[in-house]
């Protein structure tokens, strides 16, 4: 698979930034180009005791948008704009705040408002952009071919892709924390939104675009 490479600048111009936090209308999407935010709000979008879903990451966009509604971070909710994310399941955040502060977390709001205090929102939005690679679709089975590719994300950062086929294949995304377990794609949560111009896939543990 070729380089991938996207930009910040270039985001921003595209970006239909909604007013509102919350699912885009149908006004603003057609039927076949469903936002990433519109499925992860769908459930209710609320904090629950399910690790293994997205309430977290869904949270934390719409916190960032709240705060900085020229962000970015915007796109995910415009259907229009191609793009594929890696989206961290509630217990990577939960791992994620246990590195910042070494305490166990179990309640997701809680995990979401020590994130938020320790990082703060400016930080929050880089590191979401960080597992965002604009301007194109990357499906499962493009992904488990993408052995040693190099994807430029939106926040400017780059992180690379190692496979390991066979009967049990596994998708590591190496981010910029040596220190730390790469994220894995979860490979039962992958193809999220399929069909559209914007797809997702589950991963274990939340991209770092710095050392920790």
Not at 21 to 31: D, R
Request: zero cysteines; proline letters at 5%; glycine letters at 6%.
């Amino acid at each position: 698979m070729k380089r991938l490479t996207g930009s910040i600048a270039a985001l921003a111009t595209a970006a239909t930034v909604f007013a509102t936090v919350g699912p885009v209308s149908p006004a603003n999407a057609a039927p076949k180009e469903r936002s990433l935010v519109k499925v992860l709000t769908s459930d209710g979008n609320h904090f629950d005791k399910n690790r293994n879903d997205f309430d977290i990451v869904t949270e934390a966009a719409l916190a960032v948008v709240k705060a900085k509604p020229e962000s970015p971070v915007a796109l995910l909710a415009d259907g229009s704009v191609k793009l594929t994310a890696f989206i961290p399941n509630d217990e990577a955040f939960r791992l994620l705040a246990q590195d910042l502060t070494g305490k166990r977390l179990k309640s997701e709001k809680r995990i979401f408002n020590t994130l938020v205090k320790v990082a703060g929102v400016d930080t929050i939005e880089q590191v979401l952009l960080y597992h965002v690679v604009p301007g194109v679709k990357i499906n499962s089975k493009a992904a488990l071919k993408a052995n040693n590719a190099v994807l430029t994300t939106a926040q400017g950062g780059t992180f690379k892709v190692k496979v390991r086929g066979g009967k049990k294949p596994q998708i590591k995304l190496l981010d910029r924390d040596p220190n730390n377990r790469n994220p894995r794609v979860i490979l039962s949560k992958v193809d999220i939104n399929k069909g559209n111009k914007q797809i997702a896939h589950g991963i274990d543990r939340v991209l770092r675009p710095i050392d920790l």
